[in-house]
């Protein structure tokens, strides 16, 4: 089956620096999603893409639909506390699919 | 209340037991999802229903059994379960299923534990 696959898995970082994080895959998606977890809840949305090659912020926080329409990348800089928690990357493909990444856990070194 | 509500919080079972998860959403939305959430894993979806009815079932074992009384409510009914299905139960709801996947609103989960 179709297999998202996402990296690092995870992150040990000084609060103010950049991440970036990324899913790549051997399927072509129509839509790629980037959701935050944090400890006790669920998911929640951050960023959502729907066009080959569309940059897109939301604060800190840019994400990019990858120009072959298998991958996408996640930057978020000047992290603070905050930003701790489970990234995930989502694709969903042409019959609506929704593939999941394993995560990309961030953890902010004080 | 408002999203989508997930009970109870945290669940300690047997393996001999009966037990049931309930979500709800105050979205007004009509899919309603469950998935199994294990550490490092992706989230795998186990059923969905639209309009109430079920139109997904991932091969998932007999021993989790959906019910979608309405389009605001489901349940997740568990019995002779193993300790492999310990993990976090996730609802989640979207207007439509197959359509809007930036919609899905998830509940914050049901933390399960078999014993």
């Known amino acids: 089956g179709q297999q998202l696959n996402q990296s690092p898995q995870s992150m040990f970082i000084q609060e103010g620096e950049d991440v970036s994080m990324n899913c790549t895959s051997s399927s072509i998606f129509n839509t790629w999603l980037w959701y935050k977890q944090e400890p006790g809840e669920g998911p929640v949305l951050l960023i959502a893409?729907?066009?080959a090659g569309e940059l897109t912020s939301n604060g800190r926080l840019t994400a990019q639909f990858g120009i072959t329409r298998k991958d996408s990348f996640l930057n978020i800089s000047a992290s603070i506390p905050s930003d701790v928690g489970i990234y995930f990357c989502?694709?969903?493909?042409?019959?609506?699919?929704?593939?999941w990444g394993a995560g990309t856990k961030l953890i902010i070194k004080p | 209340e408002t999203g989508v509500t997930q009970t109870p919080r945290h669940l300690v079972m047997g393996m001999t037991n009966k037990k049931s998860l309930k979500c709800e959403q105050h979205?007004?939305?009509?899919?309603m999802y469950w998935y199994k959430q294990s550490a490092k894993k992706p989230l795998e979806l186990m059923f969905v229903?639209?309009?109430?009815?079920?139109?997904e079932n991932n091969s998932v074992p007999s021993r989790f059994s959906p019910e979608c009384p309405n389009s605001s409510h489901l349940f997740l009914h568990l019995h002779t379960l193993q300790p492999e299905d310990s993990a976090l139960y996730l609802c989640?709801?979207?207007?439509?299923?197959?359509?809007?996947?930036?919609?899905?609103?998830f509940g914050s989960g049901t933390r399960l534990t078999v014993v």
């Open positions: 989640a709801s979207s207007q439509e299923a197959k359509k809007n996947a930036y919609g899905y609103t």
């Open positions: 979205l007004g939305h009509n899919a």
């Open positions: 893409l729907y066009k």
């Open positions: 989502a694709g969903q493909d042409s019959n609506y699919q929704l593939i």
């Open positions: 229903y639209n309009f109430k009815e079920q139109t």
